[in-house]
């Protein structure tokens, strides 16, 4: 039983990364009609938010300090980050520590921009073209966000370690009535799962219980009908394409500490993202995130050292076998809605 | 000629010329001179020009021709250089069974992804061999290099060992792929004065076969078989309503591009006898898309054209280095050099990739027919201009119509 959860576990932080980004996909299918293939170097300019404000929290001056010396006798050159002495080195330190959920603010804005401007200036103009067009011209456009990010950070991963409170593993079999040491969970996971949660439920409720939402889910239903009653649905759909963006972009940021990131990330979690889409349904939200939390607890079950004895390598093609399975005999996805991509 | 009509001969000529004589066409420059960088015509580069040229136009057979986007071609390219190098490991290093055993595996590959993958169409279709090939990469690259049920040897990639059995190589035939006893790699080199030129085994093994699948593209092209794949690109439906079951077709057209690809692999192994599971990854099925989108999808001469561009830019453009750019822009005065240097700087060397997706993003945006297009409205525009007079006559009539 408590090998079962520990899987489960296992599966939730790819699962929370799976669903977020196939939440974004959907959003931009379900409302412009668009199947956007550099959704994945939003993901990744996401995570790249977070390093780069690392990087400008530890922007540091060096001062030379009479009082120290290093081992050959010379005055000692001490780094000091602006932060800190801003506002005192406990404060400094303690933002330096937090770097990567204080990206989350500074993400939100920049993705929302990018989004905005990439609808605005790029998709804009192919919404009448066909799909094959909108996948090339999407494809073209994440080889080239991948190649900047690669150009100003490199081909390396790099660290953005979660802060110093949140790092570590906590032991949750005490705390659900197991065993000590059964199921040993690392903190940041459990923050990322939580945080997908917030975001899912805040998108939803948006969605739900907003006029702008309500609005928006009119024009899903109907984009014309919605357009003839006098409201002006593209700029509501261009908000939503930020918004897609900006949910792609924080599951990058939060993403961070548990693989590095590197430029080519956004490509490895786009295919997945896309298998996870068709599983759920093209333009079914719930189906997204359903999918992407089953996907991702699937895919920690078929790494078990059991399942991986069985049948070898199944961790690597199970999540393509079961969408070739979902496709074939369930076109429509799991929770696909009548008449969406049915040509 | 051969049952093809006047255009399509000549197009078939001209072709032929130009990979015959690509030795002395790609290097117009002396070996010598500041320009030799620009020359293309050493083996290894214009191997890759007709091996895929060969991949793109059994790509466009399928993509062009029926529309349907795959963007897991590459998994029957990876497929047909295992079962190259594996017949080099099992027969001999003669390239005839290799390429020969190429061809069919992939072809019969196809025939089960394609059965699969082609009961969807549209973004699904994509999706579907998107899933395909990424399965075969991770198949490839880690499943089926287990010890026990080595087939592809992992990340090292397959390649022929001393202890393989070989069991027809003869005693005293080379010990790297040839043609009954030619060696891929043997190369004459012909000095003209100034000018050197390579005339390699392996080049014109792969420039005969491009000609001849060449060839039987356009046959294909002209063929009912290929009016009949048009009809299920421009209206599946229609195909649909008036009784015709147009699956069969789009199979066959399926796996003909996938044997294409097939034999693009088993060239790639037959010049150099390795085989890695990195050529099935889905950028290199990316790779082909845009080559075939950038040179002309639904055209004859357009992959062969986009595979010859991307490949030769790639080239050029990852040799450029700041030294070169610095000695071109010398006439320009110091800061100017140094901020145009820095300026073009990441689209060269290393930044090949962002300069090819700018690229092709304005290809697709601007230029959806690619370069044969490009090319067309050049020659339209020229026309119009070199005429002159009939500029006016054509503006008076156009109101009328």
């Not at chain 1, 039983?1 to 296992?10: E, R």
């Not at chain 1, 196939?22 to 170097?41: E, R």
């Not at chain 2, 795959?70 to 497929?79: E, I, M, N, P, Y």
């Not at chain 2, 599971?277 to 080559?291: D, F, I, P």
Request: charged fraction near 10%; aromatic fraction near 12%.
């Amino acid at each position: 039983m408590d090998a079962i959860l520990l899987q489960i576990l296992n599966g939730l932080d790819k699962g929370s990364a799976y669903a977020l980004i196939a939440l974004g996909l959907t959003l931009i299918f379900g409302t412009l009609g668009v199947v956007n293939f550099a959704h994945g170097a939003l993901f990744m300019i996401g995570a790249f938010c977070a390093v780069t404000l690392q990087k400008i929290f530890n922007l540091s001056y060096e001062v030379i300090d009479e009082t120290q010396t290093d081992f050959l006798g010379n005055p000692l050159k001490v780094k000091t980050p602006y932060v800190e002495s801003w506002f005192g080195p406990e404060l400094g330190a303690t933002i330096i520590d937090w770097s990567v959920p204080l990206a989350i603010l500074f993400a939100i804005p920049i993705m929302l921009m990018v989004g905005y401007v990439m609808e605005r200036g790029l998709i804009k103009h192919f919404y009448k073209r066909p799909h094959a067009d909108q996948i090339l011209v999407t494809f073209g456009l994440a080889i080239v966000l991948q190649e900047i990010i690669k150009y100003f950070f490199g081909a390396n991963p790099i660290q953005t370690p979660p802060p110093a409170a949140l790092s570590g593993s906590v032991d949750l079999g005490v705390a659900l009535g197991f065993d000590p040491n059964a199921i040993i969970y690392p903190i940041w996971r459990l923050v990322y799962f939580l945080f997908a949660v917030v975001i899912i439920g805040g998108v939803f409720s948006f969605l739900q219980f907003t006029t702008f939402g309500m609005v928006v889910r009119a024009g899903m239903a109907d984009r014309e009908t919605v357009g003839l009653l006098g409201i002006n649905i593209d700029r509501r759909f261009t908000i939503m394409f930020g918004i897609a963006a900006a949910v792609a972009g924080l599951a990058g940021v939060m993403y961070g500490p548990l693989n590095p990131p590197n430029y080519h990330m956004g490509m490895d979690f786009l295919v997945l993202s896309f298998v996870v889409v068709v599983v759920g349904g093209m333009g079914s939200l719930p189906g997204a995130v359903l999918a992407g939390f089953l996907l991702g607890i699937l895919e920690s079950f078929a790494s078990t050292t059991w399942a991986t004895t069985t049948i070898p390598g199944i961790n690597q093609i199970i999540i393509y076998l079961v969408a070739i399975i979902v496709l074939l005999t369930r076109p429509r996805g799991l929770m696909g809605r009548k008449g969406v991509m049915e040509e | 000629m051969l049952g093809l009509n006047k255009k399509d001969t000549s197009l078939l000529i001209i072709v032929a010329i130009l990979t015959l004589l690509a030795p002395f066409i790609l290097n117009p420059f002396p070996t010598d001179s500041a320009m030799a960088q620009f020359n293309a015509g050493y083996p290894d580069l214009m191997q890759r020009f007709v091996i895929f040229g060969i991949f793109a136009i059994g790509f466009n057979i399928l993509f062009g021709l029926t529309g349907y986007l795959s963007f897991g071609h590459a998994a029957f390219l990876g497929v047909g250089s295992y079962s190259a190098v594996w017949m080099f490991k099992l027969l001999s290093y003669n390239v005839i069974p290799a390429i020969a055993l190429s061809v069919v595996v992939a072809g019969l590959f196809s025939v089960l992804i394609g059965y699969v993958s082609l009961r969807r169409s549209g973004i699904y279709f994509s999706i579907l061999t998107l899933a395909f090939a990424q399965m075969s990469f991770a198949l490839a690259y880690s499943v089926l290099s287990n010890p026990k049920f080595n087939l592809t040897n992992g990340e090292t990639g397959l390649q022929v060992y001393a202890d393989d059995p070989q069991i027809l190589q003869g005693a005293n035939a080379p010990d790297l792929p040839h043609l009954f006893g030619l060696p891929m790699r043997a190369t004459y080199t012909m000095d003209v004065g100034a000018w050197s030129f390579d005339f390699n085994a392996g080049y014109y093994l792969c420039a005969v076969i491009m000609m001849v699948v060449f060839y039987l593209a356009i046959r294909i092209f002209r063929s009912p078989f290929g009016m009949m794949l048009r009809a299920v690109k421009s209206n599946q439906q229609r195909m649909n309503y008036t009784g015709l079951n147009s699956k069969p077709y789009t199979l066959a057209a399926f796996v003909i591009s996938g044997m294409y690809a097939g034999l693009a692999g088993g060239l790639m192994a037959a010049m150099d006898p390795l085989a890695g599971a990195e050529r099935m990854q889905w950028t290199a099925s990316g790779e082909v898309v845009l080559m075939t989108i950038l040179g002309g999808t639904g055209t004859l001469i357009g992959p062969v054209l986009g595979a010859g561009f991307i490949k030769y830019f790639e080239n050029i453009f990852s040799k450029i280095n700041d030294n070169v750019l610095h000695s071109w822009f010398a006439f320009l005065p110091d800061g100017l050099e140094d901020a145009v240097v820095f300026i073009i700087h990441p689209f060269i060397g290393k930044g090949w990739h962002l300069t090819l997706g700018i690229l092709f993003m304005l290809v697709v945006i601007y230029l959806p027919g690619g370069l044969v297009e490009g090319g067309q409205r050049l020659l339209n525009w020229i026309r119009r201009k070199s005429v002159g007079g009939d500029d006016t006559r054509e503006g008076k009539t156009e109101p009328a119509e």
